[in-house]
């Protein structure tokens, strides 16, 4: 159930940093908007990947690859706001959308290595 619900919000969140992407290079803003770019639709893509995994090591690698990955964007969305790129309320969505995949990798990761 949840790597379903992970997968879903991973896509969903990908849409969206898609969607910011956009909109920051109207504005002419290139450097950071490829790196979250890149990094925002990351997670996702590594938990498809985990899908076909070899073997629980592999699947958990994945799963963390992600992790780095939802870190990674948090950071990119925390200099977004500082630069006034994004206004608080586009940070706070996004922010919370970040932080619960990261939340939900996090516990999947912990469960599959007691599991091991």
Known sequence: MQESKLRDQSLDF???????VK???????????????????????NIRE???AHG????IS????????????GYWLDLLYKTDYIDEQTYKSFDAACTSLRVMLISSINTLKKES
Do not use: C, M, W
């Open 23 to 45: 909109n920051l290079k109207s504005k002419h803003e290139t450097i950071i908007s490829n790196q979250i770019g890149r990094s925002g639709t990351s997670v996702g893509a």
């Open 50 to 52: 985990a899908q076909y």
């Open 14 to 20: 990908a849409v969206q940093i898609i969607n910011l």
């Open 62 to 73: 994945k799963l963390q690859i992600a992790l780095k990955e939802a870190n990674e964007t």
């Open 56 to 59: 629980k090591p592999d699947f």
